[in-house]
């Protein structure tokens, strides 16, 4: 049940972020169109991969092609995870390729140890190359999020989140990173890795923005290739995939980073010039690099799904661009295509998706319908043996047919390259270089080695939350330092290099102390996040506590330093205020020793190793959402793109400006959603129940599941008349493509007020919801309500916005505040939908 929830509240927010059709469905649709039959944009360059095509791997997949049966080709074509498939399911089904997800380990154990990783490798591997049902041998495929180390592996290095690699602007660093992860990776006998994502950030208020190196394209593609090389050997040499190295992805095709208003799995509305642009950049280093795979974004190019894009999947990026590997889809995201559902997608496959990621129990629907649609011709068989040629030139490229058990490999089952000694050593070296010195009064840094140094903040001896989403867990949430051994903490460092000089640390969350100290280091931030939960409605730094225990130790005489975790740009003017020094240290990793390498001098006095970070995302003079990127709109930053301070500048940082510019939420008066006509931002738009969704223009409607049309009840077309037929679930409500912060409301016994007139009761559940993103909403059913109401006689429903918060939602995030689903029956009629004070909740919570 809860899983169901879960994929409609995906299905509607997938609406959400890929609303704002602003009536322009068919229009887009015809655009793409139009761009089909025309050749692609002048200005996608046109690349060859670096790895060339070789004959002999192509007469190979020919014979396999020819030896396979459908069954077999469709199996290749399935990606499933190990917490839903079986190695006995892999064999039944000629799986080609598991991944696990974030937070997910062998046997569910956190604590796997490498044995464990190569032991489950080993038990897949043994499942996809048996021939006993008289099938044709072929290797199966593991990836994983290595997006910062081997993040899921206890002990693993983990490096610098994406953002601070950015900041240190060192292109040859990247190489030696992906060569680290990808010996960590394959001790634990995984060959693939969901790695890098070339997201250009443009919006910071998104969820992923640590993620991506800079918001400008140029340091992006100075990267990617640089990581790709790192990742699987340099084309040419003979450790190119070699066993030692691992698969690459480029991800997320295309324009993750562009949303509109930094939504997770938003939009991105923009011409196709900007989009190459901007968001094509890292590709195209990538493939010039020979990245192997591509694994296609959940959001949207001007309303259109990524997953169904056939231009730009097609077209653009194995025609024009070259390349010949293939393209995975990311977490079922072929759902949100526009007729799909998790469970069939032909779509995604003519458009040019290569193998789906099926990362839940659906994933044997799935694989029957895909193999119906072949068998029907729906999916070609061209098209079926080109995808299914792509997956195994990628196996074959990467020596999978001649590595026999995952065990027996080079690096298989190494345990001293996890966190080995010379990773870490890299990983301490991309810490140094990553961090960005804002503010430097007095030149009170760098300190000397043999003080008194009170540590202080919740995020002084953490490694979890300097190590951010994607660690050990998805969000990076539930770790405590016993999880991330041989790691060292920013008060681990500072103590090491303290202790041994003849100084001393004391370490104190809240800055207490026991003898006053020479200076306070006090290390705060956000707290863990990833996709979908990471988004926020502007970028306020609200941390009062931390602000608090700046001013306290100040007023005490005591100098601060101030060194800020973090996953994006925030405003911190008060906090920058109230600090000495202030330095951004991102999300550092495991080997926070590189913090206290910085701001101590040597043992002799002297700088020990300099501030040399830079901003490669420009930092904002205020908390509202403007957007601040290099060259454009940001003459607001407060730090432009490529600040940052080094020692012996002199700069004297005068204060900063206090004012926020955000304006208090109002909880009063009634805020329209709907009367006559959907009120800005939103929009009245419909998924029906083949999962196409449409924003709502005409006064008729007919969709499948659902008839909406605009009725009256005081005035001319004052209301919307919503018809469920019971042929399948259908959802119609008012959504943005940007957020609304109802907050003042929920403490101001607010509520979600509207008028309904119900003509035939529902047959089935009948759920009123709001959403606020990505998994993000809260939702209560109104069965009983309807179904009691009187027929043909209005009501007035309502429900406190209290409720709707305790039952998950965010309300400073609304996207939708309004939608009404149902799978059965219904007529009803809608009028003047409202946020306002009420006394007179009807509908209940719980
Ligand atoms: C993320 C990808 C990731 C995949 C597998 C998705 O939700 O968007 O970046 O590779 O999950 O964990
Ligand atoms: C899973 C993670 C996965 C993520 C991708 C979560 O529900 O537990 O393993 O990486 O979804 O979106």
């Known amino acids: 049940m809860v899983f169901k929830k879960r994929i409609l509240l995906g299905v509607i927010s997938a609406l959400v972020a890929g609303g704002g059709l602003l009536g322009c469905a068919d229009q887009v649709e015809d655009q793409v169109a139009d761009q089909q039959s025309e050749s692609v944009h002048p200005h996608w360059p046109a690349l060859t991969s670096g790895i060339a095509k070789d004959p002999e791997i192509e007469s190979r997949i020919d014979a396999l092609l020819e030896k396979m049966s459908l069954e077999e080709k469709i199996g290749q074509m399935i990606q499933v995870e190990i917490r839903f498939a079986t190695p006995d399911e892999v064999r039944e089904y000629h799986i080609g390729s598991i991944l696990n997800g974030g937070g997910a380990f062998p046997n569910n154990n956190k604590h796997a140890s490498v044995a464990d990783w190569v032991a489950l490798a080993d038990e897949y591997y043994r499942a996809s190359v048996d021939t006993s049902d008289g099938g044709v041998a072929i290797p199966m495929i593991w990836g994983t999020d290595a997006v910062h180390g081997h993040n899921n592996v206890i002990g693993a290095t983990l490096f610098p989140h994406n953002i601070a690699l950015g900041a240190a602007q060192n292109p040859a660093l990247m190489r030696k990173i992906g060569e680290a992860t990808a010996a960590e990776v394959s001790a634990t006998g995984i060959e693939w890795v969901f790695a890098p994502t070339l997201a250009v950030v443009r919006d910071d208020r998104w969820g992923r923005t640590y993620e991506s190196y800079s918001e400008d394209p140029e340091l992006v593609r100075a990267y990617a290739g640089e990581l790709v090389q790192g990742m699987q050997g340099a084309p040419g040499d ?318 005490q005489g005591i100098p601060v330093v101030s060194l800020f975790i973090t996953g994006r740009p925030l405003w911190v003017n008060p906090h920058i205020n109230a600090s000495d020094a202030f330095a951004v240290i991102w999300l550092p990793g495991t080997e926070a020793g590189g913090v206290a390498d910085v701001l101590f001098q040597d043992e002799a006095g002297n700088v020990n190793f300099d501030f040399t970070g830079k901003l490669t995302f420009s930092w904002p003079g205020d908390a509202t959402p403007a957007l601040h990127n290099r060259g454009e709109s940001d003459a607001a930053a407060q730090f432009a793109y490529g600040y940052g301070l080094s020692y012996g500048e002199g700069m004297e940082l005068a204060l900063l400006s206090e004012e926020s510019g955000l304006q208090p939420v109002s909880g009063n008066g009634t805020l329209a959603v709907f009367n006559g006509r959907a009120l800005d931002p939103w929009s009245f738009e419909v998924i029906d129940a083949t999962n196409t969704r449409s924003t709502i223009a005409s006064s008729v409607s007919e969709l499948n599941g659902i008839r909406v049309q605009s009725v009256d009840r005081n005035v001319q077309e004052d209301s919307r008349r919503l018809q469920w037929n019971g042929q399948g679930n259908a959802i119609a409500g008012f959504f943005a493509n940007q957020r609304t912060d109802l907050s003042g409301f929920v403490s101001n016994q607010g509520a979600l007020i509207f008028d309904v007139k119900v003509d035939a009761a529902p047959s089935d559940a009948v759920i009123l919801g709001m959403n606020c993103g990505m998994d993000c909403g809260a939702e209560q059913p109104i069965t009983d309500l309807l179904k009691g109401a009187a027929q043909g006689e209005w009501q007035t429903l309502a429900v406190d916005l209290k409720c709707l918060a305790e039952a998950g939602g965010k309300m400073d995030l609304v996207l939708s505040p309004f939608y009404v689903r149902t799978a059965g029956e219904l007529d009803m009629t809608v009028h003047n939908v409202r946020i306002a004070q009420t006394g007179a909740a009807k509908v209940s919570c719980g």
């Open 238 to 555: 003979q450790e190119l995939l070699n066993g030692k190295r691992v698969v690459g992805t480029a991800k997320h095709y295309i324009a993750d980073g562009g949303t509109e208003n930094g939504i997770d799995r938003g939009d991105a509305i923009m011409s196709e010039a900007d989009l190459i642009k901007y968001h094509a950049q890292g590709y195209f280093s990538a493939i010039e690099a020979g990245v192997q795979t591509v694994m296609a974004s959940f959001s949207s190019w001007n309303g259109e799904k990524m997953h169904g894009h056939k231009y730009l999947m097609t077209d653009v990026l194995k025609e024009r661009l070259g390349f010949d590997g293939f393209v995975v889809g990311d977490w079922a995201g072929h759902q949100f295509v526009n007729g799909c559902s998790n469970v069939s997608c032909p779509q995604a496959v003519n458009a040019g998706l290569d193998m789906f990621m099926a990362p839940d129990p659906n994933w044997r629907e799935l694989y029957k319908n895909t193999l119906a649609e072949a068998k029907s011709g729906e999916i070609s068989p061209a098209r079926l043996d080109d995808a299914v040629r792509r997956i195994l030139r990628v196996k074959l490229r990467a020596g999978l047919f001649e590595a026999g058990l995952p065990s027996t490999r080079p690096h298989a089952g190494d345990e001293s390259l996890i966190g080995a000694a010379e990773h870490r050593a890299i990983a301490r070296q991309a810490v140094r270089e990553s961090l960005v010195l804002l503010k430097n009064n007095d030149q009170l840094l760098p300190l000397a080695r043999n003080q008194r140094v009170l540590v202080a903040g919740d995020g002084a001896d953490n490694i979890g939350k300097q190590s951010g989403g994607w660690s050990i867990t998805w969000q990076g949430t539930g770790n405590e330092n016993a999880d991330f051994p041989g790691a060292t903490s920013v008060y681990g460092g500072i103590n090491e290099v303290v202790a041994a000089a003849g100084g001393q640390v004391e370490l104190s969350v809240d800055g207490s102390f026991e003898e006053k100290p020479d200076v306070a280091v006090v290390v705060f931030g956000e707290d863990p996040y990833a996709e979908m939960q990471g988004d926020i409605a502007n970028v306020n730094y609200a941390g009062a506590s931390d602000l608090a225990l700046l001013k306290k130790l100040r007023d």
